[in-house]
């Protein structure tokens, strides 16, 4: 199993800012995911962040506006930047450990 | 609160048999329910969801789950099973608006030639 610790759980930001997301694991893992939840949508995947190299990033999704890191088996960051209220979302960091899923808690990101 | 149960954490079928995942949820206020997939290595996927609008949903690949209210339950199925349906699923719930999902804890679908 993996449990993961993401933190802020939220937070409200103001317009053209960033913030940055942590994801903490308890366990070493080579693949973790970067989830977006908007309200009354599903999830979508972000990018998928592999130690020691950049990210995958999905269709419509860019580094830019993403950044993230992944400096060891075990962390992981997400940046929103330069924030308008159209990011206003849920992110969730995920990580496999095979066929198996474990997720954060989730951050609450609401721009004004 | 809500929360999801999905049963049986293991089901194997064999290819060209039907695919039946279970999923009861439990929700103070008419859910959303989704299912989605996860290939070895790979990101989640979504397969399916329901918003409210027809009890019979229909997904990609051949899935679809339908929604009872009587039974609180929202089960996967696949009439014939292919080698390449091996993966893990969620089933997921979420009370709409701006509340996050709650996964169920998976079930992992084994395919036999």
């Known amino acids: 199993s993996a449990v993961i610790s993401q933190k802020p759980s939220r937070d409200i930001c103001q317009r053209g800012t960033s913030l940055t997301i942590q994801c903490q694991v308890d366990s070493q893992v080579t693949m973790m995911f970067w989830y977006r939840q908007q309200p009354g949508q599903s999830l979508t995947l972000i990018a998928t962040a592999n130690q020691g190299s950049e990210a995958t990033y999905e269709s419509g999704f860019v580094i830019d506006k993403f950044p993230i890191s992944r400096p060891n088996l075990t962390f992981s960051t997400l940046t929103v930047s330069n924030m308008s209220p159209e990011d206003s979302s849920i992110y969730l960091c995920s990580v496999a450990k095979g066929l198996r899923a474990f997720f954060g808690q989730g951050t609450r990101l609401t721009v004004v | 609160a809500q929360s999801v149960t999905q049963l049986g954490s293991h089901v194997s079928v064999s290819e060209g048999a039907l695919v039946l995942l279970r999923c009861n949820y439990s929700?103070?206020?008419?859910?959303?329910l989704f299912w989605y997939v996860q290939y070895p290595n790979q990101g989640l996927q979504l397969l399916l969801k329901y918003t409210s609008a027809a009890t019979l949903v229909k997904g990609i690949n051949g899935f679809e789950a339908e929604f009872k209210k009587s039974e609180t339950s929202f089960h996967l199925t696949k009439p014939s099973a292919h080698m390449s349906d091996a993966a893990e699923y969620f089933c997921?719930?979420?009370?709409?608006?701006?509340?996050?999902?709650?996964f169920g804890t998976g079930t992992r679908l084994t395919i036999i030639p």
């Open positions: 997921a719930v979420s009370d709409g608006g701006n509340e996050k999902l709650t």
């Open positions: 929700s103070s206020v008419p859910p959303y």
